[in-house]
């Protein structure tokens, strides 16, 4: 398995509380993606970086902000979580980008009451 | 809009069957189509096309691309029980950083 992890695994919050997730990897891997996953729309990109303090919107950005500022680390914040925003989120790698094979982190399961 | 579309939406066979997984994809100037198994976790990565007609092979799943017809299949022979999950297509449209992922086909292996 691509040495990702995810933190936390889970979490329950309540609407208008700020969230952030976190996604370590140890494969110093350039790209780096956050992606949610929801019954009927599969996964869709919500924000990627292309290095560090190199970031750019996917399709479902809205509610959403992110930051690296370290190689090995992409953190995604909800400023206001809202329960639209309860979802399984998931980490992804990539070494070269546009192309190439995305690898999956174990995912967070976040719930927003 | 990019799209892929996979099919069926579920599939339920018997173990010992070969399946076949479609997936039928229209992006912008397309790149590379990839597919994942999805168990109760995060995808993990099977097979990456990038021309028509080579089959990609690993044990007893292999997968083909044909690009002029736009799709892909997956395909499972002597199927088990640890196949059950959902298989995933995602495609890479030219320029794009964004993999546009396919809703995926549920299958169920019954021993």
């Known amino acids: 398995d691509a040495g990702i992890t995810q933190s936390p695994r889970h979490k329950v919050t309540e609407t208008g509380t700020p969230v952030t997730l976190r996604c370590h990897q140890t494969?110093?891997?350039?790209?780096m993606y956050w992606y949610r996953q929801d019954p009927g729309h599969g996964l869709r990109l919500i924000h990627y970086s292309y290095g560090v303090k190199d970031t750019d919107k996917g399709e479902v950005s809205d509610g959403y902000s992110v930051s690296r500022s370290k190689t090995e680390d992409f953190l995604l914040t909800l400023e206001s979580a809202t329960s639209s925003q309860t979802s399984v989120y998931f980490c992804a790698i990539s070494l070269r980008g546009e192309g190439d094979t995305q690898y999956f982190g174990p995912g967070t399961r976040l719930t927003v009451l | 809009e990019d799209k892929v579309v996979q099919s069926p939406l579920s599939l339920v066979v018997h173990e010992g069957d070969t399946v076949t997984l479609n997936c039928s994809y229209e992006?912008?100037?397309?790149?590379?189509l990839l597919w994942y198994k999805q168990e109760k976790k995060a995808p993990t990565f099977l097979f990456m096309l990038?021309?028509?007609?080579i089959e990609k092979k690993s044990g007893r799943l292999s997968s083909i691309l044909d690009k002029k017809e736009l799709f892909s299949i997956l395909n499972i022979t002597a199927t088990q029980t640890g196949d059950s999950a959902v298989y995933l297509c995602?495609?890479?449209?030219?320029?794009?950083?964004?993999?546009?992922f396919g809703q995926g086909t549920r299958l169920t292996i019954n021993p």
């Open positions: 992006v912008t100037n397309f790149r590379s």
């Open positions: 995602a495609v890479y449209p030219q320029g794009a950083q964004k993999l546009v």
């Open positions: 494969e110093n891997h350039r790209y």
């Open positions: 990038t021309s028509s007609g």
